[in-house]
T-cell receptor, first 112, second 112 residues
Framework: DAGVIQSPRHEVTEMGQEVTLRCKPI?????LFWYRQTMMRGLELLIY????????DSGMPEDRFSAKMPNASFSTLKIQPSEPRDSAVYFC??????????FGSGTRLTVV | AQSVTQPDIHITVSEGASLELRCNYS??????LFWYVQSPGQGLQLLLK??????LVQGIKGFEAEFKRSQSSFNLRKPSVHWSDAAEYFC??????????FGTGTRLKVLA
C-alpha cells in the first residue's frame, strides 16, 4: 500500500489566492481527517469524514476554509482567500473505523 | 474536559541510555491510547496503541508503553535509545467517535 498520499508537498502562494490541498486515503479506510500543525497551536483537527460524509467541522477556523470528499479515494481542503496566518503544515490522515490513524507526509503551506 | 498532557517539552538522553516519555490524560471513559513519532519534515507514524487487554503494549522500533488507569498515564519507554530515535513524540487519546486529542509533543534529542 502506498499509504496516505498528499499533494503538493510544498505550496507557496500570495495572500488572497485560492489554495487547494489534496489527499488520497488508504483504500478501505472509512475515516479521513484533516489536521493543521503549527508551532504555536500544535496539531489541530480541522474536519473529519466518515464514508465521505463530513461528521465534524467544528475545527475549521473560518468560512475561508472548506473541505470536500467526493468519493472514497479523494479529498480536498480549500482556502479562499488565503492569508499569511494560514501558513502551516496540513496533514491528512485516514483510519479504519478509528483504530489508529495513518498520516500523510503533509503539505507545507506558506502564504506571503 | 478531555485532555492529554505531555509534561516534558524537551528531553535529552545519551545513546544507549533508557528512555521514558510521560503522558497523562483526562478522559471520562475507557480511552483508546496512542503514541506517534514525527521525524523532521515527515508525517506522524504510529508507534503503538492500546485499546484493551494487557496494559503493557509493544510497538515498533523497540518501544513499549504501559497503561496505568489509576494514574491516568500511558508512558512510553525504550530500554536503549539509538541516535535515529531523535524526533518528536506525540501521545493521543481517543474516544469511540474517533476524534483523537493529541498532546503538545516531546522533542527527543540523542547525544552520541
Amino acid at each position: 500500500d502506498a499509504g496516505v498520499i498528499q499533494s503538493p508537498r510544498h505550496e507557496v502562494t500570495e495572500m488572497g489566492q485560492e489554495v487547494t490541498l489534496r489527499c488520497k486515503p488508504i483504500s478501505g479506510h472509512d475515516y479521513l481527517f484533516w489536521y493543521r500543525q503549527t508551532m504555536m497551536r500544535g496539531l489541530e483537527l480541522l474536519i473529519y469524514f466518515n464514508n465521505n460524509v463530513p461528521i465534524d467541522d467544528s475545527g475549521m477556523p473560518e468560512d475561508r476554509f472548506s473541505a470536500k470528499m467526493p468519493n472514497a479515494s479523494f479529498s480536498t481542503l480549500k482556502i479562499q482567500p488565503s492569508e499569511p496566518r494560514d501558513s502551516a503544515v496540513y496533514f491528512c490522515a485516514s483510519s479504519p473505523r478509528g483504530r489508529g490513524y495513518t498520516f500523510g507526509s503533509g503539505t507545507r503551506l506558506t502564504v506571503v | 474536559a478531555q485532555s492529554v498532557t505531555q509534561p516534558d517539552i524537551h528531553i535529552t538522553v545519551s545513546e544507549g541510555a533508557s528512555l521514558e516519555l510521560r503522558c497523562n490524560y483526562s478522559y471520562g471513559a475507557t480511552p483508546y491510547l496512542f503514541w506517534y513519532v514525527q521525524s523532521p519534515g515527515q508525517g506522524l507514524q504510529l508507534l503503538l496503541k492500546y485499546f484493551s487487554g494487557d496494559t503493557l503494549v509493544q510497538g515498533i522500533k523497540g518501544f513499549e508503553a504501559e497503561f496505568k488507569r489509576s494514574q491516568s498515564s500511558f508512558n512510553l519507554r525504550k530500554p536503549s535509545v539509538h541516535w535515529s530515535d531523535a524526533a518528536e513524540y506525540f501521545c493521543a487519546v481517543g474516544p469511540g467517535t474517533y476524534k483523537y486529542i493529541f498532546g503538545t509533543g516531546t522533542r527527543l534529542k540523542v547525544l552520541a
